[in-house]
């Protein structure tokens, strides 16, 4: 199976600071992949290289078997990769309707605004926020936004969605309904790539896990065996803690 | 109801060349450049959020490229299409240039750009008469006809710049503009073509700007740099979309035409402090009604139904 997004030795500096260093891994059509690492890792700008807010220093990006680095942002979103914000971007002027119609417009191939609107009403329906569809963006509640920006990006009908903190500053119950939300966007066919601090959320979704620690891919395979990989509990906790574990072992 | 009162407006506009003087019909016609004006500005002003004040500099440079080529010969209609193209394609120009900067710098970028061309034209005198200005061909037709035949052909303008404007508002064109406005990032990320987008936004705001020059150089029949690079046609279009409401289609228009109102009944009865008074009143209205005209319940008052 040809890997829908690959990265062959990213680098991103920021003067002289590297950001991002060597990077390389590939997420497989279908997959749930969880990107971690501590603050700072670099997962935010791993995502806004493949989104092309930033360009690559150096190395590639190849998305559905073509490259894609030193594509401009909405060229990028038309091929079918969508993302979502840590800090939540929505249109503030505009109805929930709007904000979803935008998406539907201009990367999900709806020809008229009106068009993008029909669009949008299924898409917020999805998502829980039809109710809201006619509100203010912003007037909408933290864990609405969220989801405004998953009906948003849903709107472009990806290929790939790369969900950053989606589940940031939720409560209990709210993310344990936006698991079933991002659940069933898997069984839409959309791969997801999720970066993701919280590991109750890692653990229950991602049949992968990449993890980043000050820009160096550390640890990559299953989600439970890379939580015991000695590496990323240092990353997390600090050497003083793995070697203090391994005395009690 | 709506629809009718903009027959209704239309019906006196064609209707008031025969019954006012031509006073009158001097000041309904600058009203309409103002229209015109105010209109195009909103387009990257009102509805793409980019401050521009490069207006001055589109409509002097329409007003000598009409001029000039009034000048070699071309007739007066093609030369304003002249006009409204070169601005155009100037500002597309342009656009590509400075549409990078945001906010300030974006404001500062198309400020220089009037005086800038300003200087060119004073000092290619053989071509543009430099600061001793340039002469027209002089119509031959009577004084009552002429204010007629110009008040006719500016409300044309003005009609082709109002259909473009709704049109523009309802297209995806108009609706990214509004997405750039709010968050040109997140408009990227979406899937629009930021720079395309503005800088269409940029050129519609200069074409009716440079048709509308080179028709004031015929109507006035003589111009000179200080006179059609004048800032305040850069100034006068945003304080109109401003106090009509920006973003919209009635918005400048009304802009437009409470602005011509207060300018000259302020001019008639501030005689030495004019500006001033005007002044004080855009400074008044912009702190007690931020958002324009359109923002008082005026569809209560006519009984029309919010959409």
Redesign the interface.
């Known amino acids: 199976m040809n890997p829908i997004l690959q990265l062959e030795s990213v680098t991103r500096k920021f003067g002289g600071l590297t950001a991002l260093d060597e990077v390389s891994f590939q997420i497989n059509p279908g997959e749930i992949v969880g990107l971690i690492g501590p603050n700072g890792a670099g997962k935010t700008t791993l995502v806004n290289l493949v989104?092309a807010?930033y360009g690559v220093t150096r190395g590639r990006i190849f998305f559905d078997g073509q490259r894609i680095d030193g594509l401009?942002?909405?060229e990028i979103?038309?091929k079918g990769i969508a993302?979502t914000?840590q800090i939540v971007?929505?249109?503030?002027?505009?109805t929930v309707c709007?904000n979803v119609?935008?998406?539907a417009?201009?990367?999900g191939g709806a020809k008229?605004?009106n068009e993008a609107k029909e669009q949008a009403l299924e898409h917020l329906h999805f998502v829980g926020l039809a109710d809201l569809a006619s509100h203010s963006a912003a007037a909408l509640t933290l864990a609405n936004r969220k989801r405004l920006e998953l009906a948003?990006s849903l709107a472009?009908k990806p290929k790939l969605l790369l969900l950053d903190e989606v589940n940031a500053g939720l409560t209990n119950v709210e993310i344990n309904k936006a698991l079933a939300l991002i659940r069933s966007l898997a069984e839409r066919g959309i791969t997801i790539l999720i970066i993701e601090h919280l590991m109750k959320v890692v653990l229950a979704l991602c049949s992968r896990v990449v993890v980043l620690h000050h820009g160096q891919l550390i640890a990559e395979g299953a989600a439970t065996d890379v939580v015991r990989n000695p590496r990323v509990i240092e990353a997390y906790l600090g050497a003083h803690f793995v070697n203090q574990r391994q005395k009690e072992n | 109801m709506k629809r009718g009162f903009w027959i209704l407006a239309a019906i006196i506009v064609l209707l008031l060349p025969w019954v006012g003087n031509n006073y009158f019909i001097r000041l309904a016609t600058i009203m309409m450049l103002y229209c015109v004006l105010a209109l195009s500005w909103n387009f990257i002003g009102g509805l793409t959020g980019y401050p521009s004040f490069a207006t001055a500099a589109f409509f002097g440079l329409g007003a000598y490229a009409g001029a000039i080529s009034q000048g070699q010969g071309v007739p007066m209609y093609l030369a304003w299409v002249i006009g409204a193209a070169l601005a155009a394609i100037f500002a597309t120009g342009l656009g590509l240039a400075i549409l990078r900067l945001r906010g300030h710098y974006f404001a500062i970028a198309s400020l220089v750009v009037a005086d800038v061309l300003r200087e060119i034209v004073n000092s290619t005198t053989n071509l543009t008469g430099g600061g001793m200005g340039l002469n027209l061909p002089v119509l031959k037709l009577g004084v009552d006809a002429q204010a007629k035949l110009f008040y006719y052909c500016m409300f044309g303008i003005a009609l082709l710049t109002i259909f473009t404007a709704a049109y523009v508002m309802r297209r995806p064109l108009g609706f990214g503009l509004g997405c750039i406005k709010q968050n040109e990032d997140a408009a990227n990320i979406i899937g629009i073509n930021a720079t395309i987008f503005k800088t269409i936004a940029f050129s519609l705001s200069a074409v009716f700007v440079g048709g509308a020059g080179a028709f004031y150089a015929s109507w006035v029949n003589y111009i000179e740099p200080g006179d059609v690079f004048d800032i305040l046609f850069a100034i006068k279009p945003i304080v109109m979309v401003l106090l009509g409401g920006a973003g919209t289609v009635s918005g400048p228009i009304i802009g437009a035409i409470v602005f011509l109102i207060l300018e000259e009944l302020v001019w008639r009865n501030f005689l030495t402090f004019h500006a001033g008074v005007l002044g004080l009143i855009v400074v008044f209205l912009i702190f007690y009604l931020p958002d324009g005209i359109l923002d008082l319940n005026y569809r209560r008052w006519f009984g029309w139904r919010k959409n």
């Open positions: 989104t807010v401009k942002s909405h979103s038309r993302r914000f971007q929505p249109f503030p002027k505009m709007e119609a935008a998406g417009l201009f990367a008229s605004v948003k472009m």
